[in-house]
């Protein structure tokens, strides 16, 4: 079932879905199984599958020349939302990229998606590589996400790179996209950024789900902004507990976004790694109570395949 079809059904009910990440190369499918038990006892409406690319790492030789490689740590995506669809019988959603994907790779991985019986994307441009500055898009490929947003809606309506296909099955893929109420890294400012959001939702998106943030105010604000903006489609906040020391710095550099004065000053002062998880837990599941009695369509954790945290909070929030 799509995702707008969960929201609908749900007659004002906050859903609870999860983001998790596809198995580390090496690793078989029960492992993610192992994250997912415990979560799907809780009834996620969906569950998301993040795409993770190609990296290239460097690796010396015996000649002492460095050697370039291409890798991909954590592939599968496509396969492991079709193991969760199988094995829960719960809507799976695969992160569908702009970066290493020609129009031609996206239309067969498209294909291979419909075929599977997978009506849900998250549609995303991907960030730049490690190894470059900025952004490279696939020679042959999507630049932004409201391009790949396009290929997606053109296929909707049977339109397949090839123009001789005669009378070509319609595809019916409901889209999601990224939006960022601190704004994303790139952008000059909010309003460019929410310009660009439009777009999205002009072209073909069906609902938003946004870059987690610690302050609600935030969320609150760029809903608004939105509905001002007449962008008017479901806008399910992303959420993730602070749960480690590290985190107050990984964060905000990974993400792009600020963590509360009074929330680091609590982590700064507390005791052990232990209190300072309590005090995250306690901080999210407030945040989650404020934002389900605001009336949000759901709640989107991201667990970074780590379940107990995800757990403990939707526990006291569902
Ligand atoms: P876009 O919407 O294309 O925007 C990118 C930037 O370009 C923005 O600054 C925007 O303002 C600007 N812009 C947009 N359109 C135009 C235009 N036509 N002309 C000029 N400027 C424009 N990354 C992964 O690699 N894999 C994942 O699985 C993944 N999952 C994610 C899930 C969520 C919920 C979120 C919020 C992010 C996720 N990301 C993932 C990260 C995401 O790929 C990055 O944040 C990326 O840098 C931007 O993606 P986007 O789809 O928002 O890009």
Redesign the pocket.
């Known amino acids: 079932m799509k995702v707008t079809e969960h929201i609908e059904r749900a007659n004002g009910k906050t859903l609870f879905s999860v983001?998790i990440l596809p198995p580390l190369k090496g690793q078989d499918v029960n492992c993610t199984f192992k994250t997912l038990d415990p979560l799907v006892e809780l009834q996620p409406a969906f569950i998301?599958?993040?795409?993770?690319?190609q990296e290239f790492i460097y690796k010396q030789k015996e000649n002492g020349l460095l050697k370039r490689y291409q890798v991909r740590k954590r592939p599968g995506?496509v396969a492991i939302c079709a193991a969760i669809q199988n094995h829960y019988k719960v809507d799976a959603i695969p992160?569908l990229?702009?970066?290493g994907f020609t129009k031609e790779d996206t239309e067969d991985a498209l294909i291979d998606l419909n075929f599977l019986g997978i009506d849900n994307l998250?549609?995303?441009?991907?960030?730049?590589i490690k190894t470059e500055k900025s952004?490279v898009p696939e020679s042959g490929g999507h630049?932004?996400?409201?391009?790949?947003i396009e290929q997606v809606t053109a296929l909707n309506t049977g339109n397949y790179l090839d123009d001789d296909l005669q009378e070509s099955h319609k595809m019916d893929f409901c889209i999601?996209?990224?939006?960022?109420p601190e704004?994303?890294?790139?952008?000059p400012n909010l309003g460019?950024?929410?310009?660009?959001?439009k777009?999205?939702v002009e072209l073909g998106a069906d609902y938003i789900?946004?870059?987690?943030f610690f302050d609600n105010q935030k969320y609150f604000d760029f809903v608004k902004k939105c509905r001002e903006m007449d962008i008017n489609i479901p806008i399910i906040p992303?959420i993730k507990p602070l749960t480690t020391f590290n985190h107050l710095t990984s964060i905000p550099q990974n993400f792009y976004i600020d963590l509360p004065e009074s929330l680091a000053m609590e982590v700064l002062k507390a005791k052990d790694k232990e209190a300072i998880k309590e005090i995250g837990l306690e901080w999210c599941i407030n945040q989650c109570k404020e934002l389900k009695a605001f009336g949000v369509p759901g709640l989107?954790f991201?667990t970074m395949s780590n379940s107990s945290n995800t757990k403990k909070v939707a526990e006291a929030v569902f």
Request: proline residues 2%; negative net charge; aromatic residues 16%.
């Open positions: 983001e998301d599958v993040t795409y993770h690319r995506t992160h990229i702009c970066g998250l549609v995303l441009r991907g960030d730049p952004f630049a932004y996400a409201s391009e790949l999601g996209v990224a939006g960022y704004k994303h890294f790139e952008s460019m950024d929410m310009y660009y959001l777009k999205k789900v946004t870059q987690m992303g989107h991201y």
